[in-house]
């Protein structure tokens, strides 16, 4: 069974600092594409960074600067550093995993339970 576990969602002042970790748990995985996801009940889910298994990542135009997307593929771990907190990341924070359970397969996408970044001014 796939399991995806987030942690570090806190309530922090402005201009602090919060490490996101997700940790993808299973038998016999293959894991590619990991990635952190941002939601507000204002906004739909949106993309906040992705990280390739070789370590290449991409940024949202908007989150280009202050956070930071890294991982360990041998711990099936991903990371996200937010920097210089503003109350606008004030979120959900979802990760997600592109998973093969089977090499004959094709990947599918899980996610993770989300943990909540409050910003207060």
């Known amino acids: 069974q796939v399991q995806l576990v987030e942690s570090g969602g806190d309530l922090v002042q402005a201009g602090g600092s ?3 970790s997700c940790t993808v748990s299973g038998s016999n995985l293959r894991v590619g594409v990991m990635g952190w996801y941002q939601q507000t009940p204002e906004k739909q ?3 906040v960074a992705s990280i390739t298994s070789d370590g ?3 940024y949202a135009d908007s989150k280009k600067g202050r956070f930071t997307i890294s991982r360990d593929s041998a711990k099936r771990t991903v990371w996200l550093q937010i920097d ?3 109350s606008e990341d004030t979120a959900v924070y979802y990760c997600s995993a592109a998973i093969r ?3 004959w397969l094709p990947p ?3 996610w993770g339970q989300g943990t909540q970044v409050t910003v207060s001014s």
């Open 18 to 20: 919060l490490r996101l």
């Open 45 to 47: 889910r949106e993309l």
């Open 56 to 58: 290449s990542t991409t």
């Open 84 to 86: 210089n907190l503003k």
């Open 101 to 103: 359970t089977k090499d």
């Open 108 to 110: 599918t996408t899980y």
